[in-house]
């Protein structure tokens, strides 16, 4: 299973003051010396925490590969176009959300998505969708031409630990399960972090998961690379159970 670290909230600290520390292109740096997979970062129309310039570094100093979280807009398909990352992570957005909220309404928003979809894949951008764990939505997804779809955990972390909780897991299970039966590749992430993302790393289909807040939280009292490497540990712990050695992991107390 890849680890996708988002390093949005880097961003959000430097904006805090207008400056240029932190620098999230560091963090990033810094992740993939860690054992991240990939970065991601969420380039908003606000810019209110990752910049143009952000990407653009990125861009060429990223080794892994680098994916971008954007609009369907005309000014975000045409900067990913330039830029060209691996992964354009296409998510719905709204300018008075603290973060995203939900996923994409593939089923209304097809046309736009569609056309969205085909400048990206043109310029040799593969594309995700942002998605809730609805099996509308991910065979909807295939048949606009997405290359994967990233399945929103926000109502499963929000429900961890309460009746809720197996609920929301099992429909993350089973978009997963038809992600990948019609040949989607099955991503996952939002709201995940050290106590919650075990079940959702133990689901087979899931290749990848992006988390982010979770471990920018973890790294004021560890640092960024070591929040990175406790997060890849759990990972792979939860993934291949007792063939991973406890002591790999530092639990966050």
Same mark, same amino acid.
């Given at each position: 299973?890849?680890? !996708?670290?988002? %390093?949005?909230?880097?961003?959000?600290?430097?904006?805090?003051?207008?400056?240029?520390?932190?620098?999230?292109?560091?963090?990033?740096?810094?992740?993939?010396? =860690?054992?991240?997979?990939?970065?991601?970062?969420?380039?908003?129309?606000?810019?209110?925490?990752?910049?143009?310039?952000? %990407?653009?570094?990125?861009?060429?100093? %990223?080794?892994?590969?680098?994916?971008?979280?954007?609009? =369907?807009?005309?000014?975000?398909?045409?900067?990913?176009?330039?830029?060209?990352?691996?992964? =354009?992570?296409?998510?719905?957005?709204?300018?008075?959300?603290?973060?995203?909220?939900? !996923?994409?309404? +593939? %089923?209304?928003?097809?046309?736009?998505?569609?056309?969205?979809?085909?400048?990206?894949?043109? =310029?040799? #951008?593969?594309?995700?969708?942002? +998605?809730?764990?609805?099996?509308?939505?991910?065979?909807?997804?295939?048949?606009?031409?997405?290359?994967?779809?990233?399945?929103?955990?926000?109502?499963?972390?929000?429900?961890?630990? *309460?009746?809720?909780? *197996?609920?929301?897991?099992?429909? #993350?299970?089973?978009?997963?399960?038809?992600?990948?039966?019609? *040949?989607?590749?099955?991503?996952? *992430?939002?709201?995940?972090?050290?106590?919650? +993302?075990?079940?959702?790393?133990?689901?087979?289909?899931?290749?990848?998961?992006?988390?982010?807040?979770?471990?920018?939280?973890?790294?004021?009292?560890?640092?960024?690379?070591?929040?990175?490497?406790?997060?890849?540990?759990? #990972?792979?712990?939860?993934?291949? !159970?007792?063939?991973?050695?406890?002591?790999?992991?530092?639990?966050?107390?």
């Amino acid at each position: 299973m890849r680890l !996708g670290v988002n %390093v949005d909230h880097v961003a959000t600290v430097r904006e805090a003051r207008r400056g240029r520390q932190p620098d999230p292109v560091a963090a990033a740096l810094l992740a993939e010396e =860690a054992g991240a997979d990939q970065i991601t970062v969420h380039l908003r129309e606000d810019r209110r925490h990752i910049q143009d310039r952000d %990407v653009r570094m990125l861009r060429e100093l %990223v080794k892994t590969r680098l994916n971008l979280e954007m609009a =369907a807009t005309s000014e975000m398909i045409s900067i990913a176009a330039s830029v060209r990352p691996d992964t =354009a992570t296409l998510v719905p957005e709204r300018r008075e959300e603290l973060t995203t909220e939900g !996923g994409l309404d +593939v %089923v209304a928003g097809r046309e736009k998505l569609e056309a969205a979809m085909e400048r990206l894949q043109e =310029a040799g #951008i593969r594309v995700s969708l942002f +998605v809730d764990p609805s099996l509308a939505q991910i065979e909807e997804s295939l048949r606009i031409g997405a290359d994967a779809v990233e399945i929103h955990t926000g109502r499963y972390t929000e429900a961890f630990g *309460g009746k809720g909780q *197996g609920e929301e897991l099992e429909r #993350i299970a089973d978009a997963a399960k038809l992600a990948r039966k019609i *040949g989607l590749e099955a991503l996952a *992430g939002h709201g995940l972090d050290y106590q919650n +993302v075990g079940p959702v790393a133990r689901i087979p289909e899931l290749v990848e998961l992006n988390i982010g807040h979770s471990i920018v939280g973890r790294a004021l009292a560890v640092g960024f690379a070591e929040a990175v490497r406790e997060m890849a540990a759990l #990972i792979r712990y939860h993934r291949a !159970g007792d063939l991973i050695p406890r002591r790999e992991m530092r639990s966050p107390r």
